[in-house]
């Protein structure tokens, strides 16, 4: 028989890439530590280890609705958030009553965009603890959202965004109208908008929120989130915390990462024909999509910026064009392969600590900084969508670890920010990143407080049994 207050936790990640990979480093450790754990894809985007690290974490999937050849891109993100909201939530709720694992269910840990699994966690009467796979200052922004439109502060027009906003308790002085979310551009009655700000509300159902961040990165953020949840767990970087604890990781190498693509390992010895912190590396994460003149600006201003560069060119990247066309531009790039890469897709957290790897040219997407500044390696920030606004700003204003090319991609500053963050003059972003990436190594020892904020999460999931 089961100990019937044995702690079984279903964790539900948005179907995306970013999201997957936290969620299951966090599923990963639970399961390390004794909790059992089902992990809940969809059939699109299902996590397919070979073996599971744990006999105590089970992986399954569900559809999401929507038909196999459906792009489920960001360009549709509307009907595809539709679906999770109706037939997916339909097919969650079947598996879950039609299921008979023991020990039951004691709670859900639904991502903070699937508020799907806080609904079903009401109605089969199990705890719901919410987890946004992004940044406390961004999530803070969201919070804060609804006052500014009925302050009449929101939407603006894109055509003054250099006007410094005020109103964001936390962050006076700090931000011009381009560093907010996207959202709060023009678009912030449109309906994918619609549905972030709903989840955001709906998020406070739920007794706690876990955050992939840590303390002394974003305390006074976190400080803010503890007014709206009674319990914030910040429990980040869950890579670097996973790495740690040794989970799933084999001979240095981690055995099972939760990449949902094939990465391209070619790229690994590559680097290591490369001179010491020579390298720019350049990804944009997994949705962003770039234009064909885009596509050339920064091409030239890598090449101009007179350094080496491994650039991840997903076979999806460019808007409208397809993959033969980007591979015979890229074909005709004036360097010699000794200077340059390109991959499809890399293994990012192995190129960041590889010791040729210099400086980052990113989106800005939340486990890219967060994987950035546990390398220690200093970024250029070209944010696409989302909460990549609010981070580049944190990155270049708060933190100081990078540059933000916000809203510009034209080859000169390319180039200019390439060599100013590879040349000798970046000493402040050089001594800002040592002394916040040894912060983030600090608090993933057993002793930080990310792995003590996982131990409370882990003793509340067992106090609360069923
Ligand atoms: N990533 C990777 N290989 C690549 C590009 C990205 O493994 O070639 C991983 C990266 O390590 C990160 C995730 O994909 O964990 C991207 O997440 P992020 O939040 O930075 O951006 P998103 O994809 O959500 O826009």
């Known amino acids: 028989m089961e100990d019937p207050r044995e702690p079984h936790v ?16 966090l599923a990963k450790l639970l399961a390390s530590a004794g909790v059992r754990v089902t992990f809940l894809s969809t059939h699109h985007n299902r996590c397919s280890p070979s073996s599971s690290p744990s006999p105590l974490l089970r992986f399954v999937s569900i559809s999401d609705g929507l038909p196999d050849d459906h792009p489920r891109s960001l360009e549709l993100i509307g009907e595809f958030l539709l679906s999770i909201k109706t037939a997916m939530k339909a097919r969650l709720r079947e598996f879950l009553l039609s299921e008979s694992a023991e020990p039951p269910l004691t709670c859900v840990i639904a991502d903070g965009i699937m508020s799907i699994g806080i609904d079903v966690a009401e109605e089969l009467g199990v705890l719901a603890i919410s987890f946004r796979t992004f940044s406390a200052c961004c999530l803070w922004t969201f919070f804060c959202v609804p006052t500014f439109i009925h302050e009449g502060k929101l939407p603006f ?11 964001l308790p936390g962050a006076e002085g700090l931000l011009r109208r381009r560093d907010l979310p996207s959202m709060c551009r023009s678009q912030i009655e449109s309906n994918p908008y619609r549905y972030f700000l709903d989840e955001t509300t709906t998020m406070t159902r739920a007794s706690a929120l876990i955050l992939n961040t840590f303390d002394t990165l974003e305390g006074p953020m976190l400080s803010r989130l503890t007014t709206i949840f009674a319990n914030v767990y910040a429990i980040g970087p869950l890579h670097a915390l996973a790495a740690e604890s040794d989970i799933g990781h084999s001979s240095g190498r981690t055995a099972f990462v939760g ?3 094939i990465e391209d390992r070619s790229c690994m010895t590559w680097l290591d024909s490369q001179a010491s912190r020579s390298v720019v590396y ?6 962003a999509k770039i234009t064909i003149d885009q596509l050339m600006e920064l091409r030239h201003g890598l090449v101009d910026g007179g350094r080496p560069f491994l650039w991840v060119l997903r076979e999806d990247a460019i808007l409208g064009e397809n993959e033969e066309t980007v591979k ?10 000794e200077r340059r890469c390109v991959v499809n897709w890399a293994p990012q957290e192995e190129v ?6 210099g400086g980052f040219l990113s989106h800005g997407g939340w486990n890219s900084t967060l994987e950035s500044i546990a390398a ?11 909460d990549q606004q609010i981070n580049s700003r944190w990155v270049s204003e708060v933190w100081k670890i990078g540059l933000d090319m916000k809203d510009t991609c034209d080859r000169s500053t390319v180039e200019t920010m390439v060599r100013t ?9 050089m001594k800002s990143m040592a002394r916040i990436s040894a912060l983030s190594s600090a608090s993933v020892v057993s002793e930080g407080s990310s792995s003590k904020n996982l131990g409370r999460l882990i003793e509340n999931l067992r106090k609360i049994g069923r």
Do not use: Y
């Open 10 to 25: 279903l964790i539900l990640p948005f179907p995306a890439q970013g999201h997957t990979k936290p969620m299951l480093c």
């Open 157 to 167: 027009p894109d055509d003054d965004l250099d006007k410094e906003f005020h109103g």
């Open 259 to 261: 990449s949902l693509r």
């Open 282 to 287: 350049v990804s944009f994460g997994s949705l």
């Open 328 to 337: 015979s531009l890229l074909s005709e790039l004036k360097v010699p392969s």
């Open 352 to 357: 960041l600590a590889h010791p040729a790897v």
């Open 376 to 386: 220690g390696i200093p970024m250029i920030c070209w944010p696409h969508t989302g």
């Open 421 to 429: 963050l590879m040349e000798d003059k970046n000493e402040e972003i």
